[in-house]
């Protein structure tokens, strides 16, 4: 059985940083990553990382947020700095299989202005 567990959401103020996780269990995971979703917008690609370590980023967040995984774990990290009130929302953690693709039950991220 598959489970992902994100932590590390929270409220801050613009500029400051956050650490999310997710710990994931139960296969082998070829690409894991975080998307997000903001009230009233449609879930969107914030980073992924494959198992062989390359990344792609979300435009918006290039230069800021960085993701990174330890696969000893079956852990993802999304460091995210310099954070602005428009990076607000819940954070999903995703794992993918080659035949499947599997969420966390997400994060809330608040930033301040």
């Known amino acids: 059985q598959v489970q992902l567990v994100e932590s590390g959401g929270g409220l801050v103020q613009a500029g400051e940083s956050l650490r999310l996780s997710c710990a994931a269990s139960?296969?082998?995971?070829?690409?894991m990553g975080w998307y997000r979703q903001a009230p009233g917008k449609q879930r969107e690609l914030v980073a992924i990382?494959?198992?062989?370590?390359?990344?792609n980023y979300a435009d918006s967040v290039k230069g800021r947020f960085t993701i990174s995984r330890d696969t000893a774990k079956n852990t993802v990290y999304l460091q995210m700095n310099s954070l602005k009130p428009e990076d607000t929302a819940v954070y999903y953690c995703?794992?993918?299989?080659?035949?499947?693709?599997?969420w966390g039950q997400g994060t809330q991220v608040t930033v301040s202005s």
């Open positions: 990382i494959t198992s062989a370590g390359s990344t």
């Open positions: 139960g296969s082998l995971f070829v690409i």
């Open positions: 995703n794992a993918r299989t080659v035949v499947s693709s599997y």
